[in-house]
């Protein structure tokens, strides 16, 4: 035996040793690391979902739109509001179908824009607005084979005067209105009769 | 090996996606949502020009609330009723119903529902005015409009106190909170549009027609 011989049994064991080591480490390497992370996101979705079903539920079902600026009285009242014209009276100004009319000064109708000056009931520019607004719906209305039913629903500002209310009305008469609504916010307790909120 | 996880991957779903939509879609939906329910009160109002007097053939069984800054008048026919007790010997104008906090800050809890709603009722018991469904109501110009709603809510049900719930018709009542905790009387009648039977909150005065705002209050 010489020790060549020996020195290269010596350096194929120290290979062997060597290359079991490499596979050892490999094999513990990939024992210890974690399977790819996934999150459980089912749960997460069905919850999504719901709550995703409910809001589209209830997305786009209110056909009046409160404009800024407008603090809606509350009331017991329990009709549902149809979708018509729309008159809104904020606290600033008159607005038709989300297009401001009238330019309000303290809450009043500015005398040069009402018919018989500061006493008249008529105003002008909201009048001009409602008769281009009753010959759309006429036509309309004509094509459709339906009949022209004068219906609108005014949201006001809870501070607004009466005086107001009762000119924007006497105007939308004129302009062949019949029907009208208040819109109000329903009050939550709605069983107890009386509102709560305003007292 | 290799191959089964391969598998496994392409078995589930990639819901990651749908869960970006899903998350933007929510926040904005929720900015969108109304959580107020809305509701409305019908009216009609009377064409007429300023300043006409009524129309000389007016049927003479009306009933008329005025409201103004002193109180409510509550007319019936062609003629006021007189105060109510708490309000006599007042002096100056005699309005039915007088103001129960003159100084509140609110303009709504400056009058006296409670007096306005036991004044109606007492009135509805009456035979004659039982049937009758119609309140013209009128307010100075500078009334607020919450106040007039709040008219409109006091002149729309027979309200009951919540034990009573078999009760056919409405009851007065001695307290505000008595009042407040009470609840309309539901029987059952006929939907006049639809001719449909169900039980529903039974009226005081619930047709309201609006007059023109008076120009002898301030």
């Not at chain 1, 800024?68 to 600033?92: C, G, H, N, R, Y």
């Not at chain 2, 933007?24 to 109002?45: D, K, Q």
Request: charged share 25%; glycine share 6%; hydrophobic share 40%.
């Amino acid at each position: 035996m010489s020790s060549p011989e020996m020195h290269d049994f010596d350096a194929e064991a120290a290979e062997l040793r060597k290359r079991l080591k490499k596979k050892q480490k490999a094999n513990r390497k990939a024992r210890s690391t974690p399977p790819e992370a996934t999150l459980s996101l089912n749960s997460m979705m069905d919850m999504m979902t719901i709550i995703l079903v409910f809001l589209l539920k209830s997305y786009g079902q209110e056909p009046i739109k409160v404009l800024p600026k407008t603090d809606l009285a509350f009331s017991t009242s329990e009709i549902m509001p149809k979708d018509m014209t729309v008159i809104t009276i904020t606290q600033e100004s008159i607005v038709m179908m989300e297009q401001e009319i009238v330019k309000l000064e303290d809450r009043k109708v500015p005398k040069t824009d009402k018919k018989g000056g500061e006493g008249g009931l008529i105003i002008q520019t909201l009048e001009t607005a409602l008769r281009d607004e009753v010959e759309k719906q006429k036509n309309f209305a004509r094509m459709t084979g339906s009949e022209f039913e004068g219906e609108m629903t005014i949201v006001a500002d809870q501070g607004t005067p009466y005086r107001l209310i009762a000119e924007v009305m006497q105007t939308a008469i004129a302009s062949e209105f019949k029907k009208f609504r208040f819109a109000v916010i329903k009050d939550v307790m709605v069983r107890s009769g009386l509102s709560a909120a305003a007292l | 090996m290799a191959r089964f996880k391969k598998e496994e991957e392409s078995n589930e779903l990639s819901l990651v996606p749908i869960l970006n939509l899903v998350l933007i879609l929510i926040p904005l939906l929720l900015l969108s949502v109304v959580f107020l329910e809305i509701t409305v009160i019908n009216v009609t109002m009377p064409q007429r020009s300023a300043g006409a007097a009524p129309p000389s053939g007016e049927p003479p069984k009306r009933l008329q609330i005025m409201i103004s800054r002193e109180g409510f008048w509550v007319i019936k026919g062609d003629r006021a009723l007189p105060p109510v007790p708490e309000c006599t010997g007042r002096g100056g104008q005699q309005v039915t119903v007088c103001l129960l906090e003159p100084d509140a800050e609110l303009e709504v809890e400056k009058y006296n529902w409670l007096a306005l709603y036991n004044t109606l009722i007492e009135l509805k018991a009456d035979p004659q005015w039982a049937e009758h469904e119609q309140v013209e109501l009128v307010a100075g110009p500078d009334i607020p409009f919450g106040v007039l709603v709040k008219a409109m809510d006091v002149t729309r049900y027979q309200l009951v106190a919540p034990d009573m719930d078999d009760a056919i018709k409405g009851s007065s009542f001695t307290s505000v909170d008595e009042m407040n905790s009470a609840i309309a009387v539901r029987v059952e009648s006929i939907d006049p549009d639809s001719g449909v039977s169900a039980v529903r909150p039974l009226g005081l005065f619930p047709l309201v027609v609006l007059g023109l705002p008076t120009t002898t209050t301030q």
